[in-house]
């Protein structure tokens, strides 16, 4: 983080996570990436409804109202602080040797977070994108959860910074769209909104999630989740991609395919400004 | 661990990981599981060159000397102890928040080890198995590394939990056969071995390594790695899985199949025994 996060691990500030730990040991648990405006958590519910789809794809034993109440603390010290970002991540906790989970779990609460620079709430700029040569793997049983085992991330922002883009358009192993590294993705086509089904691989974005239920019906636009060819990515009207940090941005140029205007990402963006509780 | 685990952090005693760590942040990072005898390393020069491959492969500084450093200074306190377990993970320790890895990176050892209380040289227990729900997804870009990525292996061990056997058989999304949870697997077919290939999947072990390259070829038994369909594994005259710690153990039931007589797994072990450096 650009300014040094403030730590908390189970709801008390530390500067180091007590070993053994089952999130370190095999990325064993989930996490949040949470946008504070004054301390106030954005778009919560939606954060608490993928954490608790993930603890529960896990068998995590009930967490979700201390992480929550965690999360409250932590947050609350953030309310004199414009925009900050938090990170909220649930761990299976301490174990014996061996994947399997104890049978006695006691999840633990990691939170970071710090002060963000920019105003979430100015025009966003438009990004360069190129196409990953990595794809995502196909695992249904962890699809749509933000769990800890992000290395094909790293290694598609790893992409990216070598491409000197600002993301990479990850493709599944049968050529089909899935997202950026870092967040999810739109095609504007013929006034409606596409974007790819998370069934098999990818994250379910609180953004996106937003866009689909409030953003895009009150602009009175349809969304289509569906299987998307990477042929229409460079045939569409708009593309824009949306993750909880950077809200929603128009994306300018994508192989040899430059945008100029936005007009539905652009209207979706100040529709996502007037969502905010800020 | 059954008995406390001592802990060391960058090679010095630890009970706590500093934070922000990526290893935490995003399994960023490999590890290796050692079996010790009187603190020396067993087939120290397969793991070392798999955390190399593994290292590589995610694009770390060079860092291998440090780790082999860290692992005997650890492996040292336990000079008095007969067998003993150390698992050494090597993260790319801290960063800023996202998921590329940051220009400079401080990678980190985390080597956790507990004494093992059965002699490892003892006749192995023949195991019971059933078949994995979960399959294990394709990904070139990590196969063969032992990453910390395991979430996988998390619910395939739960699932053998479950089913109260000692592991499952995980098959890949096109319905071969890969490996068990926790351990690679061999067929033997009218005299020769047969295992999976490791090219999209699944973690290629020291032990699968030393049966191909050492254990095999000193009984003059023939090894082919190649794809292995799921109706071979109950026509197979023999089956037996090993890793680091658990060695080869011969498998007794899978399904509606039971073996009673191992005798090319019982060789092989004696062959094990007698290459191990104790």
Not at 44 to 71: D, N, V, W
Not at 78 to 87: K, L, Y
Not at 200 to 226: H, M
Request: one cysteine or more.
């Amino acid at each position: 983080m650009r300014s040094p996060a403030t730590i908390w691990v189970d709801g008390k500030l530390a500067a180091a996570l007590p070993l053994p730990d089952r999130g370190l040991d095999f990325g064993d648990g989930v996490f949040e990436t949470v946008l504070l405006w004054h301390g106030k958590p954005q778009f919560l519910t939606y954060h608490l409804a993928r954490l608790e789809t993930g603890l529960q794809k896990l068998s995590f034993p009930e967490c979700r109202a201390t992480a929550a109440e965690h999360l409250h603390m932590a947050a609350s010290a953030f309310t004199d602080t414009p925009w900050a970002v938090m990170r909220l991540a649930v761990t299976r906790g301490s174990g014996p040797r061996g994947y399997a989970a104890p049978d006695q779990a006691v999840p633990r609460t990691i939170i970071s977070a710090a002060p963000l620079q920019q105003d979430r709430k100015q025009a966003p700029s438009p990004i360069a994108l190129a196409y990953a040569g990595i794809t995502w793997a196909s695992q249904p049983a962890l699809a749509g959860i933000k769990h800890l085992n992000r290395l094909e991330q790293v290694l598609a922002a790893n992409e990216a910074r070598a491409a000197q883009v600002d993301d990479v358009v990850v493709l599944d192993g049968g050529g089909h769209v899935c997202s950026l590294s870092s967040a999810n993705l739109f095609l504007v086509e013929e006034g409606r909104l596409v974007t790819p089904a998370i069934t098999t691989t990818g994250i379910a974005g609180t953004r996106r999630r937003l866009v689909i239920e409030q953003l895009a019906p009150a602009l009175g636009l349809t969304v289509v989740e569906e299987t998307v060819a990477v042929s229409r990515l460079e045939q569409a009207a708009e593309l824009f991609c949306c993750n909880s940090i950077r809200g929603l941005q128009p994306v300018a140029r994508l192989g040899d395919t430059a945008w100029s205007e936005f007009p539905i990402a652009l209207a979706l963006h100040q529709q996502y400004c007037d969502t905010m509780t800020c």
